[in-house]
């Protein structure tokens, strides 16, 4: 989002007062507007955040009001707020040093009343001073004081002071979150003003309720406002004011989405201020130009504007705005992925902030490193940037910066996954918040923290914080913020799978989004509804709702919200069965992820429009979408460093390689001869084990080599520690313990947990010999049949898809191919193969029954398990039993035939004789990963013996082994001389 022009106000502050002076013949109280410009911009820039949607059904969490990392073109703010409070003096002392001049030209009775004000002007310094103070009791006390001289002005019937007066009382409100008397004291400031023909003051509160306004979201009303002012600069001949006016009405159609009415009006701002030669000021709106081009994808564009606006700040000398343009080509950069860039960007704003000695502006500064970070999946890191950005914050007593500061340590905690520790951080935050009296901040971390219970899958105690975050947002008059609670509120019933309550909230959002003119929160509770509308099986509804969602989305500019849009109408119509239209949407929606930079949601609407294309029956079509697809997939996995994300973003994708193995069969089916069966098994082995694989890979290449050591001695302390809590976990589960023990210790293992991946994370990072490492590639059928297989020896791979499902026979010259019925038949039979097979473990013990020993079954027991047997053989097995003899099987099972001992299947269609009989039995993750194995071996020395272990772990505390422990140690002592036989 951009900045209110008078964010730019530095220096000069009291020449600009005395233009206005002679303009007027009365002091300019068009300054006082600054500070409420630059806190409208802190709040609804920073929900512009919110506009990064894709094709998933979300909610969301609103960011900390601080969060200048998280918006583009804020930075500038922190300049008016530090001149704030200078200038507000500066204003009074101004307007109380002319008193005696003002006097002369005063009526006896007027001047009469003129010897009664020192008292009141003594008075307003002194709330004035309160005001410096910036805490919650020194605003009440402020307030008090500008009460006792507003009733002193008015005594001596001085309306100037008292709009001004009530103008500040105004300000301090908004401070404290409490907009309605805000609203109440900017209104009768402006009556106040009615009476005195006082146009540039009258201009400025004008400006101020124009800004407020804005801030909660109604932005008709703003305009309104805003335009109301315009006039009164033009009469007056304030053609600086002039531009500050359009320039905040610009900021307000970015913030409506209406981009060309943006830039008309930024643009007539930039050419009153290079005719007044203001530099410093031009420099601010082609910062701002620039966000809007950012928002439009336009990147040329932004860096653009933004080299002019650095240009300008350059020649001027003015190093704390350069400092800040620098810091928005970090925010462009960012975006674009090239987080290499940003930090150069970032790290040169930071030197000149530090040179200006502006500590919470470094503060932020540092913060946009973390945020880096944080982007690249180094989390540990991105959080030990945050804390520093916190130090510094605490440095300079800003409470208000520390609580921002913590909710985004708390966001990056709940990405890890770190609830626990999230809801800490977030606590923290909502403690200061509540003392300082900021409401509105309140509100925003109450609905984070409802988020974190989302994540947590605690979607009741989500809808309980999201709901005390509505009930202040409504006392707050956040119109805006409301609708997006009520959409996240939705959002989490339909997570409940309360779809009826999920649609309310959805069309509650969408009627207030309506009435304010946000059409960012509209096109998204719009989007969301139709979801719901979907699920019901409303396609008409769905279309309905989803088509105004892409209206207002356009309106709004922003690409990922337009493609969100057209990705959901064109699966919509893919699911009615209308697969023109759902590739017509489709294609629309690519160029757009692309011309984001947003690679997730270009592999979306390429995956939709392989899905439609197949359909369609353009086979080779649908080949060539989902193949550009999986090229994304894989690029976006190897960009997390931390193994278990990988392997979460991995296991999210996986429906894109089974649409991918199914097309190849379907293309083998038509024409055998093309090797597409072959490419099927390649894409098997490319959707399974990976992170099995790039493990393998990395113990082979020794990566903490070159690393540094503390980082090493960190990773090994860590593990200590894990291995200590782990100990120490199992003396509790085999002794006396409570539930509050067991779960004080889960939660130390967990966080312990996280804090070693993230160290692992770094390790990979900053290792030159995994910078180097190739990544190891899964086998092709040729390779297998070299690498893997030998004459005796076959390959079983599965592949459990949703329509159809698929096995591969490999020998050494020779791949055969099979189709099998769909993934939920073959599921259905295996579960009930589970079952009977685990039953008797599942019996009451008797008196002389040990876990672990051959448990007698029942003879009608016998009979099911056989028939179970023989039903899932013959799905899985009996189509290439012909083709399996007495050979070695290497068997990659996929989905629940992993749980299945295929050592217990049978090939014979008479009888049952298990496999193990005549087959040596070999289960694998992948046919690569033995190979990758092999090579790791075949360097190593044999070892002299070879070690067997059988274990039958304790895992629950229900086990009752722990609950008989001396029968547990004479079974184990049994076990252990063989006297006994297992199962």
């Known amino acids: 989002m951009g900045t209110h022009l008078g964010a730019s106000w530095s220096g000069g502050s009291a020449q600009l007062i005395w233009n206005l002076w002679k ?28 506009a990064r949607y894709r094709s998933r059904y979300r909610n969301r969490t609103l960011p900390a009001a601080a969060q200048l990392n998280k918006s583009r073109g804020q930075v500038l703010i922190f300049k008016a707020l530090r001149l704030w409070l200078v200038f507000l003096v500066v204003v009074t002392l101004f307007l109380l040093s002319k008193a005696p001049f003002l006097a002369l030209a005063l009526s006896p009775t007027q001047a009469t009343q003129e010897k009664n004000k020192p ?89 101020n309720l124009g800004a407020i306004y804005d801030d909660i979201g109604e932005k008709d009303k703003a305009l309104d406002y805003y335009n109301k002012a315009l006039p009164l600069r033009r009469g007056a001949g304030d053609k600086l004011g002039e531009a500050i006016t359009l320039s905040n009405i610009g900021y307000v159609y970015q913030g409506l989405g209406e981009s060309q009415k943006a830039i008309q009006h930024y643009n007539q701002a930039l050419a009153l201020m290079r005719e007044a030669g203001n530099s410093s000021s031009q420099a601010v709106i082609l910062n701002n130009i620039a966000n809007v081009y950012h928002d439009l994808g336009d990147v040329q564009k932004a860096l653009d504007c933004l080299n002019q606006a650095l240009e300008i700040e350059r020649a001027s000398g003015d190093i704390d705005g350069e400092s800040s343009v620098l810091n928005s080509f970090g925010n462009v950069y960012l975006s674009k992925g090239d987080t290499r860039k940003a930090l150069e960007y970032y790290d040169q704003s930071l030197v000149l902030v530090r040179k200006v000695g502006n500590r919470a502006k470094e503060a932020n500064g540092i913060a946009n490193v973390a945020l880096v970070y944080d982007t690249l999946g180094e989390k540990q890191k991105a959080i030990e940037y945050y804390e520093r950005a916190l130090a510094l914050a605490r440095s300079v007593n800003d409470p208000r910066t520390e609580a921002h500061g913590l909710s985004n340590i708390g966001a990056v905690y709940l990405s890890l996954d770190n609830g626990e520790r999230a809801l800490e951080v977030f606590d923290q935050a909502l403690a200061i918040l509540k003392k300082i009296g900021d409401r ?84 998204t509770a719009l989007r969301n509804a139709g979801i719901v509308y979907r699920s019901f099986g409303d396609s008409a509804q769905a ?238 059928l040729k390779e297998i049949q070299q690498q893997v297989l030998d004459d005796d020896t076959l390959l079983l791979e599965y592949s459990l898809g949703e329509e159809r499902s698929y096995l591969w026979v490999a020998n050494k010259t020779a791949l055969a191919s099979y189709e099998l019925p769909k993934r939920a038949d073959i599921e259905k039979v ?30 009608s027991d016998d009979r099911l398990l056989q028939e179970a047997i023989t039903r899932l053989s013959r799905i899985v097995l009996a189509p290439a039993a012909p083709q399996l003899g007495t050979k070695r099987l290497l068997v990659v099972a996929d989905g629940a035939l992993q749980y299945v001992p295929f050592a217990a299947l049978t090939a014979t269609a008479a009888g049952y004789t298990p496999l193990i009989v005549d ?11 033995l190979a990758v194995m092999r090579q790791e071996l075949s360097g190593r020395k044999r070892a002299n013996r070879t070690l067997a272990v059988l274990a039958d772990p304790v895992f629950d505390s229900s086990d009752e082994r722990i609950k008989k422990p001396s029968r547990f140690n004479r079974a184990a002592w049994t076990l252990d001389q063989g006297s006994e036989s297992c199962d």
């Open 23 to 50: 303009t007027t013949g009365r002091p300019g109280g068009v300054l006082i507007s600054v500070p409420r410009a630059v806190a409208s911009v802190w709040k609804t820039a920073l929900r512009r955040k919110n």
């Open 119 to 207: 008292v009141a002007e003594q008075v307003l310094l002194e709330a004035v001073e309160r005001g410096k103070q910036r805490t919650e009791e020194a605003f009440k006390k402020a307030l008090t004081k500008y009460e006792d001289a507003l009733r002193l002005f008015r005594v001596a019937g001085d309306r100037d002071y008292e709009a001004l007066i009530l103008n500040n009382m105004a300000e301090i409100f908004t401070t404290l979150g409490d907009r309605k008397k805000a609203l109440d004291y900017f209104t009768q400031a402006l009556a106040a003003l009615k009476t005195t023909h006082f146009p540039a003051l009258e201009a400025g509160v004008l400006s």
């Open 440 to 523: 509105s901040g309140e509100a925003t971390t109450l609905n984070n923290i409802g988020a974190v219970y989302d994540a947590l899958g605690e979607s009741g105690k989500a809808i309980d914080y999201y709901q005390q975050s509505l009930s202040l947002v409504e006392v707050l008059g956040e119109r805006r913020t409301e609708a997006i609670l009520l959409d996240n509120i939705g959002a989490s019933y339909k997570t409940l799978g309360d779809d009826r309550n999920a649609l309310d909230y959805h069309l509650k959002s969408i009627r207030i989004a309506e009435s304010i003119g946000d059409k960012s929160t509209l096109a």
């Open 543 to 780: 279309v309905s709702k989803l088509n105004a969602a892409l209206e207002n989305a356009r309106a709004v500019g922003n690409p990922r919200l337009i493609g969100s849009a057209l990705n959901n109408l064109g699966e919509t119509y893919l699911l009615a069965g209308d697969k023109q239209k759902a590739l017509d949407y489709y294609n629309q929606s690519k160029p757009l992820w692309r011309g984001a930079g947003d690679l997730t949601g270009e592999a979306g609407a390429l995956y939709g429009l392989a899905r439609a294309e197949r359909d369609l029956g353009h086979l080779s079509q649908s080949r060539l979408n989902i193949e550009a697809a999986l090229g994304i997939v894989e690029s976006l996995r190897m960009r997390y460093k931390r193994q278990e994300l990988r392997t979460s973003y991995f296991a999210s994708v996986q429906k894109y390689y089974d649409f991918y193995i199914d097309l190849l069969m379907r293309l083998h089916a038509a024409r055998q001869t093309d090797g597409n069966d072959a490419r099927a098994l390649q894409a098997s082995e490319r959707a399974r084990a990976r992170g099995l694989l790039d493990m393998l890979a990395e113990a082979g290449a020794d990566i903490r080599q070159g690393v540094d050591g503390a980082l090493l001695e960190r990773e090994r302390s860590l593990r200590q520690l894990i291995s200590a809590r782990a100990e120490w976990q199992m003396k509790l589960f085999a002794g006396k313990h409570t539930e509050e023990q067991l779960t004080a210790v889960a939660k130390e293992i967990g966080a312990l947990t996280n804090q070693f991946q993230e160290v692992e994370a770094q390790i990979r990072a900053t290792s030159p010999r995994y910078a180097a490492l190739t990544q190891p590639q899964p086998l092709s």
């Open 830 to 859: 295996t579960r009930e193969l589970y079952a009977l097979m685990i039953k008797p473990n599942q019996q009451t013990a008797s008196a002389d029954q040990k876990r672990g020993m051959r448990v007698a079954r029942g003879a």
């Open 919 to 929: 087959h040596e039995i070999i289960s694998l993750p992948s046919a690569s990963t």
